[in-house]
């Protein structure tokens, strides 16, 4: 039977056996039913399972307290989204950093903003980087980005529990003009912090009225601080690597900030580009000084 790409099951799980050793487990949904925090979550609770322990973060269904209206009507089981926007040729690469160069990056820029995070310094390497390969469509040499972040690391009043199953994502936009590179680390980290309940109140309520993406047209940085590398099917082994990858992703580009195996400050970076960026950008030289191991190119 043809799939109606207008409707989307879901959860899909996939596991792959490889004849060499070694288990792969895909798991796939939409955005707007959960978030990658749910996701690693579920697995984490998995494996709790599989070794016969119980369960940290328990599931929890109950609505967020910011009372969003309610979700798209279902149709035969399935929930009715817009038709997807035509995706750019779009590349992707991830690259990983250490954590001694992680915390040699930090040190460089302690002076000028003391509580930088390994995100704050990504974010702001990779968004002007990538802001030099492309054209201002202003005269006032203003670069925007969408951050986005996970609600339930913010200290609200009302608190998300770890375990809330849906979606938490919240996305800010921030905009400079001109700013040498450690007043943008600076910039990064004094927004994150500004963050207001009522500006988050808001956003929510407003995705929850509509059916769109939840990439929007600009360049987009994910803090993705939960991937489950403390996942264990057996005592001794955990995680060799875990990616993310979003379908369709159209405008301007998409950057992911994510723990790596290592552990500690190391971070991994999966960039989402037009093709053509993205060849200029692995090139970088801000970037290649830092001696990022490349795991993934489209390139």
């Not at 799980?13 to 288990?23: P, T």
């Not at 001694?100 to 310094?121: E, G, K, R, W, Y």
């Not at 009225?209 to 939960?226: P, Q």
Request: charge should be negative; charged fraction near 20%; include cysteine.
């Amino acid at each position: 039977m043809p799939v109606d790409p207008t409707t989307w099951s879901p959860f899909r799980i996939q596991v792959s056996n490889f004849k060499e050793g070694g288990v792969a487990i895909g798991i796939s949904c939409s955005h707007m039913l959960a978030d990658l925090t749910c996701l690693a979550s579920f697995i984490k609770s998995w494996t709790l399972v599989h070794r016969n322990l119980p369960i940290t973060n328990p599931p929890s269904f109950t609505p967020l307290p910011f009372s969003p209206p309610s979700p798209p009507p279902l149709s035969n089981g399935h929930a009715k989204l817009p038709p997807p926007q035509q995706a750019k040729d779009m590349a992707k690469a991830t690259f990983k950093f250490s954590s001694s160069t992680m915390q040699q990056c930090l040190s460089n820029v302690h002076h000028i903003c003391p509580n930088a995070t390994p995100f704050d310094f990504l974010c702001a390497l990779f968004w002007t980087r990538i802001s030099h390969l492309k054209p201002l469509k202003n005269n006032d040499q203003t670069h925007s980005l969408s951050i986005c972040i996970d609600l339930r690391k913010k200290l609200l009043k009302e608190p998300i529990p770890f375990g809330y199953f849906g979606n938490a994502l919240h996305f800010t936009m921030l905009s400079l003009k001109g700013e040498d590179f450690g007043s943008v680390v600076s910039a990064v980290n004094r927004h994150l912090v500004g963050i207001e309940e009522e500006e988050i109140r808001c956003a929510i309520e407003r995705l929850g009225s509509s059916n769109r993406c939840m990439y929007g047209e600009e360049l987009t940085c994910v803090c993705m601080e939960a991937l489950p590398y403390e996942a264990k099917f057996s005592d001794n082994e955990k995680p060799v690597h875990v990616s993310c990858h979003v379908g369709n992703v159209a405008g301007k580009g998409l950057i992911m900030v994510m723990p790596s195996c290592e552990e500690g400050l190391a971070r991994t970076v999966t960039v989402m580009l037009p093709h053509e960026e993205l060849a200029e950008l692995i090139k970088d030289e801000a970037i290649l000084q830092l001696d990022p191991t490349t795991l993934l190119s489209d390139i």
